[in-house]
C-alpha cells in the first residue's frame, strides 16, 4: 500500500528525524536517491551519463539544494549540468558551492535558461518544494509553457502543484518522473496533480510518519481482501446482492448493473425492478423478485438507483429502511440530495454514496443549502469534496471521475491508481455500482469494498481497451473483470503506473 502524508506531517517528521543526525545528513540522502535515478533515466535514454546535457533548475531553499546537490554527483560522473537560478539571493549555498566545484555551470539569464531547458537530456525541477502555494511565479512560468525534447523530473513534487490537495492553482511544469523523499505527498496520487507527476518513484530517507490517512492499495492488498469461497461456502453464505436498478427509460442499466454484480463475489444477485426481462434473457442466473426493495427477501447489500428514472426515491427508501448496507447510485444519489443527511439519520448499517461530480454538487447542495456548488471546482479539489461529503452524509462515498477517490466518515481517504480514460463510457458507472455492492454483500466494509471495486474496474477498463487503448463499452468492461480478478490474485498483473512520456 501506498502511504501518503500531508506537508505539516511530512515536516514534523523531517525535523525529528534531523535532530538525530549530523547537518546536511537528510539533504544528502534526498540529492543521493535523485540523482541516481537521474542516473538510470539518463542510461536509458543515451546509453550513459557521461556528455548528457542536464539542466537543474534550482529555486529556492531546500528543494533548489536537493536539485543542486543531484545536479553536482551527475556532473561528477561527467554529464554537463547547467543551473539556472531563478532567485539567485536565496539559492542554495552549500549546493551551489557543491555544484561549482564539480564543473557544473550556472546562470541567472532567462534566455539561456530556456535554451538550456529547451535542449537538455533531462530536467531537474527543483524550483518549489512541498511547502509552495499558488501557481508558479512569474520568473518560472515560461519553463512551464515552453518545449522540451527531454525528460522533466521533478524533485518531491512537481512545482506549482499543491502537495496536501493536488490542485493546480495556476501554471505548473509538468514531469515525466517524480521522485519523492520519504513518504508520497497526496497532491501526487490526486488529479489534477497526478497528471503532472508522471511516473512517480519514492526515495526512502528514514522517515517515520504516523499511519497515513490518505492511501493507495496495490495488488497484494487488493487480492487480500477478494472474497473467495470455502470449502463450506454456497451462494447465500457467500452473500446475496439485490439490485433496483433499471426503468422503461434505461432498461440497459439494469442489466449493466446485475453484469458488475455478477463478478463481484457474492453467491447471487438478486434483482427488482421494471427490466426483469431484459436481465433473466442475458442473465439468466439472476434470482428475479417482483415489486420493490421492500418485497424481495434476504439480501446482504442492495445496489439503488442506477438508471432508477421516477422509481428511484420508493426504491431508495425501502433499501435505506433495511438493516443491510446499501449503496446509493445515479437517480438515487439525485434523490439523496432531495432529502439531505437526514434520510441516512439512525441508520444502523452502512451506506456507500457513489457520485460523480454533478451529482457530489447536488448532494453537497442538499446538506449545505443554496445552489449547488460547480462541479468543475468539485473536481479540482478532489480530496476535500469526497471528505466533505462523507462528513455531511456520515457515509463513506466512493467520487468518481479522472482519479476516484473513497473517503469514509472517520477521514482516511484511499485513492484508486488504476483508473484509465477508456473507461468515460456509457454505462460504466453502473457496472461499478454493482460491483462494489457484491462487495458490500460478500462482507467487505464499506471502504474496502469501495477502493477494491475501484481498483479492479480501473483495472477491467484497461483490459476491455487493449494496449495502447481503444474504444470500448461498459459489457466490456464487465465481461473483462474475472480475467482483472484471477490476475490480481495470482500476482502476475503489472502494478498500474502511468508510462514515462516519450521524448
Same mark, same amino acid.
Given at each position: 500500500?501506498r502511504?501518503a502524508h500531508?506537508v505539516?506531517?511530512?515536516?514534523a517528521?523531517?525535523?525529528?528525524l534531523?535532530?538525530?543526525?549530523?547537518?546536511?545528513?537528510?539533504?544528502q540522502?534526498a540529492?543521493?536517491?535523485l540523482?541516481?535515478?537521474?542516473?538510470?533515466?539518463?542510461?536509458?535514454?543515451?546509453?550513459?551519463v557521461?556528455g548528457?546535457?542536464v539542466?537543474?533548475?534550482a529555486?529556492?531553499?531546500?528543494?533548489?539544494?536537493?536539485?543542486?546537490?543531484?545536479?553536482?554527483?551527475l556532473a561528477?560522473?561527467g554529464?554537463?549540468v547547467?543551473?539556472?537560478?531563478?532567485?539567485?539571493?536565496?539559492?542554495h549555498p552549500g549546493?551551489?558551492?557543491a555544484?561549482?566545484?564539480?564543473?557544473?555551470?550556472?546562470t541567472?539569464?532567462?534566455?539561456?535558461?530556456?535554451?538550456d531547458?529547451?535542449?537538455?537530456d533531462?530536467?531537474l525541477?527543483?524550483?518549489?518544494g512541498?511547502?509552495?502555494?499558488?501557481?508558479?511565479?512569474?520568473?518560472?512560468?515560461p519553463y512551464a509553457?515552453?518545449?522540451?525534447?527531454?525528460i522533466v523530473v521533478a524533485?518531491?513534487?512537481p512545482?506549482?502543484?499543491?502537495?496536501?490537495?493536488?490542485?493546480?492553482p495556476?501554471?505548473?511544469l509538468?514531469a515525466?518522473?517524480?521522485?519523492c523523499?520519504?513518504?508520497?505527498?497526496?497532491?501526487?496520487?490526486?488529479?489534477p496533480g497526478?497528471s503532472?507527476?508522471?511516473?512517480?518513484?519514492?526515495?526512502?530517507?528514514?522517515?517515520?510518519p504516523?499511519a497515513?490517512?490518505v492511501?493507495?492499495?496495490?495488488?497484494?492488498d487488493v487480492?487480500a481482501?477478494?472474497?473467495?469461497?470455502?470449502?463450506?461456502?454456497?451462494?447465500?453464505?457467500r452473500?446475496?446482492?439485490?439490485v433496483?436498478a433499471?426503468?422503461?427509460?434505461?432498461?440497459?442499466?439494469?442489466?449493466?448493473?446485475?453484469?458488475g454484480?455478477l463478478h463481484g463475489?457474492a453467491?447471487?444477485?438478486?434483482y427488482v425492478?421494471?427490466?426483469a426481462?431484459?436481465?433473466v434473457?442475458r442473465?439468466?442466473?439472476t434470482?428475479?423478485?417482483?415489486?420493490?426493495p421492500?418485497?424481495?427477501?434476504?439480501?446482504?447489500?442492495?445496489?439503488v438507483?442506477?438508471?432508477?428514472?421516477?422509481?428511484?426515491?420508493?426504491?431508495?427508501?425501502?433499501?435505506?429502511?433495511?438493516?443491510?448496507p446499501v449503496l446509493?447510485d445515479?437517480d438515487?444519489l439525485?434523490e439523496?440530495?432531495?432529502?439531505g443527511?437526514?434520510?441516512? %439519520?439512525g441508520?444502523? @448499517?452502512p451506506?456507500?454514496?457513489?457520485?460523480?461530480? !454533478?451529482? $457530489?454538487? *447536488?448532494l453537497? +447542495? #442538499? =446538506?449545505e443549502?443554496?445552489a449547488p456548488?460547480?462541479?468543475?471546482?468539485?473536481?479540482?479539489?478532489?480530496?476535500a469534496?469526497?471528505?466533505r461529503?462523507?462528513?455531511?452524509y456520515?457515509?463513506t462515498v466512493?467520487?468518481?471521475?479522472?482519479t476516484?477517490?473513497v473517503a469514509d466518515?472517520?477521514?482516511?481517504?484511499?485513492v484508486n491508481?488504476?483508473?484509465?480514460?477508456?473507461?468515460?463510457?456509457?454505462g460504466?458507472?453502473?457496472?461499478?455500482?454493482?460491483?462494489?455492492?457484491?462487495?458490500?454483500?460478500?462482507?467487505l %466494509?464499506?471502504?474496502? @469494498?469501495?477502493?477494491?471495486?475501484?481498483?479492479?474496474? !480501473?483495472? $477491467?477498463g *484497461?483490459?476491455? +481497451? #487493449? =494496449?495502447?487503448g481503444a474504444?470500448t463499452?461498459?459489457l466490456?468492461v464487465?465481461?473483462?473483470?474475472?480475467a482483472?480478478?484471477?490476475?490480481?490474485?495470482e500476482?502476475?498483473?503489472?502494478?498500474?503506473?502511468r508510462?514515462?512520456?516519450?521524448?
Amino acid at each position: 500500500m501506498r502511504h501518503a502524508h500531508p506537508v505539516e506531517t511530512v515536516r514534523a517528521a523531517e525535523a525529528e528525524l534531523m535532530a538525530r543526525l549530523p547537518e546536511g545528513t537528510l539533504m544528502q540522502r534526498a540529492a543521493a536517491g535523485l540523482a541516481a535515478t537521474c542516473a538510470r533515466l539518463l542510461t536509458r535514454r543515451r546509453g550513459r551519463v557521461y556528455g548528457g546535457r542536464v539542466t537543474v533548475l534550482a529555486g529556492s531553499g531546500d528543494n533548489g539544494g536537493d536539485a543542486l546537490y543531484a545536479g553536482a554527483a551527475l556532473a561528477r560522473r561527467g554529464a554537463r549540468v547547467t543551473a539556472v537560478l531563478l532567485t539567485p539571493e536565496k539559492a542554495h549555498p552549500g549546493g551551489l558551492a557543491a555544484l561549482r566545484a564539480a564543473g557544473g555551470r550556472v546562470t541567472v539569464e532567462r534566455e539561456v535558461g530556456l535554451a538550456d531547458f529547451s535542449r537538455a537530456d533531462l530536467v531537474l525541477d527543483g524550483i518549489v518544494g512541498i511547502g509552495g502555494r499558488g501557481g508558479l511565479r512569474p520568473e518560472a512560468e515560461p519553463y512551464a509553457r515552453s518545449g522540451r525534447s527531454g525528460i522533466v523530473v521533478a524533485v518531491d513534487l512537481p512545482s506549482g502543484v499543491d502537495a496536501d490537495s493536488g490542485e493546480v492553482p495556476g501554471a505548473a511544469l509538468r514531469a515525466d518522473v517524480t521522485v519523492c523523499f520519504g513518504t508520497y505527498k497526496p497532491g501526487l496520487l490526486v488529479d489534477p496533480g497526478a497528471s503532472y507527476a508522471g511516473v512517480v518513484q519514492l526515495v526512502g530517507i528514514g522517515l517515520e510518519p504516523p499511519a497515513a490517512e490518505v492511501t493507495a492499495l496495490q495488488h497484494a492488498d487488493v487480492a487480500a481482501m477478494l472474497p473467495v469461497p470455502g470449502a463450506e461456502s454456497d451462494k447465500y453464505r457467500r452473500g446475496v446482492v439485490g439490485v433496483a436498478a433499471g426503468s422503461a427509460t434505461y432498461p440497459g442499466a439494469a442489466l449493466l448493473a446485475v453484469a458488475g454484480a455478477l463478478h463481484g463475489g457474492a453467491g447471487a444477485v438478486r434483482y427488482v425492478g421494471t427490466a426483469a426481462e431484459e436481465v433473466v434473457r442475458r442473465f439468466p442466473e439472476t434470482l428475479v423478485t417482483e415489486g420493490g426493495p421492500a418485497g424481495a427477501g434476504r439480501v446482504q447489500a442492495w445496489v439503488v438507483g442506477p438508471g432508477g428514472g421516477e422509481g428511484a426515491r420508493q426504491a431508495l427508501t425501502e433499501a435505506l429502511a433495511s438493516d443491510v448496507p446499501v449503496l446509493v447510485d445515479a437517480d438515487a444519489l439525485t434523490e439523496l440530495g432531495r432529502l439531505g443527511p437526514d434520510a441516512l %439519520a439512525g441508520r444502523t @448499517a452502512p451506506t456507500l454514496l457513489t457520485p460523480h461530480t !454533478g451529482e $457530489a454538487a *447536488r448532494l453537497l +447542495a #442538499g =446538506a449545505e443549502g443554496g445552489a449547488p456548488p460547480v462541479a468543475d471546482d468539485l473536481a479540482a479539489a478532489r480530496l476535500a469534496t469526497a471528505r466533505r461529503l462523507a462528513a455531511h452524509y456520515r457515509a463513506t462515498v466512493l467520487l468518481k471521475g479522472s482519479t476516484t477517490v473513497v473517503a469514509d466518515p472517520g477521514g482516511a481517504v484511499r485513492v484508486n491508481p488504476t483508473g484509465t480514460s477508456w473507461l468515460a463510457t456509457a454505462g460504466s458507472g453502473d457496472v461499478l455500482a454493482g460491483l462494489a455492492g457484491s462487495l458490500l454483500a460478500a462482507g467487505l %466494509a464499506p471502504l474496502d @469494498a469501495a477502493s477494491v471495486a475501484a481498483y479492479l474496474h !480501473g483495472l $477491467a477498463g *484497461r483490459e476491455a +481497451a #487493449g =494496449a495502447p487503448g481503444a474504444p470500448t463499452t461498459a459489457l466490456a468492461v464487465a465481461g473483462a473483470l474475472p480475467a482483472v480478478w484471477r490476475a490480481v490474485r495470482e500476482g502476475w498483473a503489472p502494478e498500474p503506473e502511468r508510462p514515462v512520456a516519450a521524448s
